[in-house]
């Protein structure tokens, strides 16, 4: 099992930045995947940005692409998931969970991923 902690949410203004980060520690293979969802109030989960753990594949939402960049790095023993965030819209605004997937496929699909962060905050205000 992979355990997940998000940070780096807050409220931005339309046109600004964010980075999200995830701290993942635990039980990891190098086939792991790991991405970001979102969830908005009264809507269900959806899709962000996925990156195998090689770094040969990646999957953005349509949504995000040319905005949002997913990377990952490693320091010590903890790996970490970077979503940066540019050119932030008002629908952008949700709760962002860091997801990981044992498979080195990045996948899109919700019920793929085994283990979930507890979410950060997003909010971008108009």
């Known amino acids: 099992q992979v355990q997940l902690v998000e940070s780096g949410g807050g409220l931005v203004q339309a046109g600004g930045s964010l980075r999200l980060s995830c701290a993942a520690s635990?039980?990891?293979?190098?086939?792991?995947?790991m991405g970001w969802f979102r969830q908005a109030p009264g809507k269900e989960r959806e899709f962000v940005a996925a990156?195998?753990?090689?770094?040969?594949?990646?999957?953005?939402a349509d949504s995000v692409k040319g905005r949002f960049t997913i990377s990952r790095d490693n320091v010590k023993k903890t790996a970490y998931l970077y979503l940066q965030m540019n050119s932030l819209k008002v629908e952008d605004t949700a709760v962002y969970y860091c997801?990981?997937?044992?498979?080195?496929?990045?996948?899109?699909?919700?019920?793929?991923?085994?283990?979930w962060g507890q979410g950060t905050q997003v909010i971008v205000s108009s």
């Open positions: 635990g039980r990891f293979f190098s086939s792991y995947t």
């Open positions: 997801a990981a997937r044992g498979s080195n496929y990045p996948s899109t699909a919700t019920d793929e991923y085994e283990d």
């Open positions: 990156r195998s753990w090689t770094g040969d594949r990646t999957n953005y």
